[in-house]
C-alpha cells in the first residue's frame, strides 16, 4: 500500500504529471483494465441504428463492439469475435442483419447476440448453445439517446458517472426544436502518433487557441479567438468523474444575440428560429439561442464541441484516433446544413482546426520523450480558482482547471485501492 | 467524340496541365496553385468510399471556391504549424485518361497518384484516384472540380494538411 501510494505521488501531484504517464507502455496496458476496460465508456448514438435490425460497429479501446437494434428495437453491445475461435463475425462498417455468421466455421449468432445455429451440430450433442453467445459489454446504458457501456459487471450508475455533467447534454439537446441530437452526417476518422491523454487534455483547454489557431481566426476573420483571450469572462470547469468544460455562456450573454455562439442570426436561420418559439416559446428558445452549445468533455472518451462530436479512441501508448461528425438536430434542417459545412472545414485530417490540433498532440508526444524536465506542469490558475453557485471549481478560460480535475480523477481510478 | 489527332492533342494538353498542378503542389506554391481553379471551383476529397453525398455526409475536405481561397491563405499565414515546416512531397501521376462521361462543356478526366510525404511526424505513403473536370477559360485549361478518392479513406488516417 505504502509503496503504491509513493509510486503514484511519484506521478501526479496537484499541479504537475510525470511525462511517463504518456509514454510508458505498462501505464498504458494499466489504462485499458483500470478505466477503458472499466468505466462507463461511451459507444454510440441510438440515432445510429434507427431501425429493426441495424447495426454499426463501434469500439471501446482497441475492442470491437457491435452496436446492434434486435428485431423487437432493443439496443445489444455485442463483442465482436465469435464464440468459438474468435474470428470477427463482422466485417462490415455498418448494415442491416437480424444475424452475424462467423466466416470461419459458420457459426451464427443473433442480433441480440444467440447462438443460433453452427455447422455439423452433431459434434455438440448435449451443448448448451446459451454457454456460446457473443460476449456483451457487461453494462449498457444511455442518456438521452447516447449510449455509454461498461465492461465492468459492478460499478457506479451511469447517472452518477456523468453526476452534474449530465445537465451538458440536457442543454445540448434543447439546440434541437424536439429535443433530440441525430448522428447521422457519418463519421471522419483522424489517426495521430500521440498517446489519447494528450487529446483528452486538450479538449478542454482554453490556453491555446489563441496560439494554436492563430493561423485560421486570422484568415477567416473570426470572432472565436476572443473567447479565449484575457480578457474574456468564459470559464473553464471541473465537473468531477473527469469531466470537464469551457463554459463559453459568459460570453454568449453578454452578446446577448440569438445564435451569436454560432455566428450566424435568427434571419438567416428563420425557419429553426421559427420552431425554436414554437417548441419552447419566445422567452426560454431566446435564452436557449444565446447560450449556445456546450463545449464539455465527458471522461474519458465523448467530446462535445459546440457544433460536432469526437469520440476519443485509444489503439497503443502512441496511436490514437478521433471519430468525428457533426450533431444534426431533429427538427433543424437549415441548422443541420451549416452545422456539417462548418464541422467539415474545421474539423478531421484536413480541417482548420484539427490539423494543427493534432501537430500539437504529436509534438508533444515526441517532446515528451526528452527526460527532462521530467513533470508536465499544469500550474495555470491554481491560485485562482474557485468554487461556483453548484460547488464545481472553475477557473479562467485559460486556466487548467479542466487538466487537474482529469488527472485528479485519473488517479483515483488507476490507484490500487 | 474528338478525332484520333485532336483526342491526342488535348491528352498532351491536359497531361501537362496535370503535372504542373502535382510539381505546384509538391512545391507548396499556393497562390500558383490557386490559380488553376476556374470561379465555381469544387474541391473534394471523400471520407468513407468514393460514392457518399457530400451535401449529407462528412467528407475529408468539401470545399467551394471561397473555402479553397481560405485554404490556400491559411497555408500562407507562415502559422499553420502542421505546415510549419512544409511536409516534403513528391508525388507521381499516372493513368491520365479522357472520360467519355457527360461534362458539359468541361472536360472530365481521370488519373491515379501516388504521394511521398515525408513530415515531422513519419514517411506517409497516400495513393488516390482523381477525378477531374477541366475547363478552357480564355484559352488556357483550369479546373473546375477535383475530386480525390483515397485508397484508404473508410480507414483513420492521418493528418493530411498539404494539398492533395
Redo the contacts between chains.
Sequence with gaps: MNIAIRAWDGLIRRDRVHGSLYTDPAIFAAELESIWYRTWVYVGHESEVPNANDYVVKSIGPQSIIMTRDEAGKIHLLLNRCSHRANQVCSF?KGNARSFTCPFHAWTFANDGRLVGYAFPDGYEGQDRAALSLARVARMDSYRGFIFGSLAAEGPTLKEHLGGAAETIDRLVRTSPEGEVEI??????????ANWKFILENECDGYHPAF?H???F???DSSIGKLYGGASTALTRDYGNGHTEIDLRPEFRKRDEPLSWFGTSEDRLPDYAARMKAAYGDKTAREIMVDGTPHVMIFPNLFIAEIQMFVIQPLAVDDS?Q????LQFKGAPDLN?RL??Q???SV???G?L???D???Y??CH?GVQARSPEWVYLGRGEKRERRDELGFTVGHVTDEVPSRGIWDHYRKLMEPV | MLSRESSSTLLAAVTAFLYREARLQDEHQYEAWEKLWTEDGVYWVPANGADINPEKEMSIIYDNRSRIALRVRQLMSGKHYTQTPQSNLRRLISNIELMDEEAGEDIAVASNSMIFESSLRDDTLWAARNDYRLRFVEGELRMAYKKVTLVNNSKAIYTLSFLV
Design positions: 462498417d447521422t452526417a457519418g463519421f471522419l476518422k483522424h489517426r495521430v502518433k494554436v492563430t493561423s485560421i486570422g484568415v477567416a484516433v471519430h468525428v461528425t457533426a446544413r456539417r459545412q464541422t467539415m472545414g478531421g485530417p484536413a482548420f484539427l490539423a494543427d493534432s501537430e500539437m504529436e509534438r515526441r
